[in-house]
């Protein structure tokens, strides 16, 4: 089966950088796109960025300029570098897939979640 794994939360004061890992348990070009959703306290989750397996990316309004999301194909990787970090950034950090198994397509692949939380 297909797991995500997120890796590379924790504390930061505001101003500050953290770059999330999500490692793939098979090949990230098998996925149509993957990307980074969030979820605060008491809100919706929301997607933060996204790339697909050509290469382009999108991301929230709230975080452009701010968080860039990459991958390395080699690896089984995707990236989010965040950086400028502001308190309204702490949330639960979601990997997430999509992408065909076993026949059934758009299916959709999460992780289980990093903490990053932004205070002083």
């Known amino acids: 089966q297909v797991q995500l794994v997120e890796s590379g939360g924790g504390l930061v004061q505001p101003g500050g950088s953290l770059r999330l890992s999500c490692a793939a348990s098979?090949?990230?070009?098998?996925?149509?796109?993957m990307g980074w959703y969030r979820q605060a306290p008491g809100k919706q989750r929301e997607l933060v960025a996204a790339i697909t397996s050509g290469g382009s990316t999108d991301s929230a309004d709230s975080v452009k300029g701010r968080f860039t999301i990459s991958r390395d194909n080699a690896k089984n990787m995707v990236y989010l570098q965040m950086n400028s970090l502001k308190p309204e950034d702490t949330a639960v950090y979601y990997c997430?897939?999509?992408?065909?198994?076993?026949?059934?397509?758009?299916?959709?692949?999460w992780g289980k979640g990093t903490l990053v939380t932004v205070s002083s």
């Open positions: 997430h897939a999509r992408g065909d198994e076993s026949g059934v397509k758009n299916m959709n692949y």
């Open positions: 098979r090949s990230i070009f098998s996925f149509d796109v």
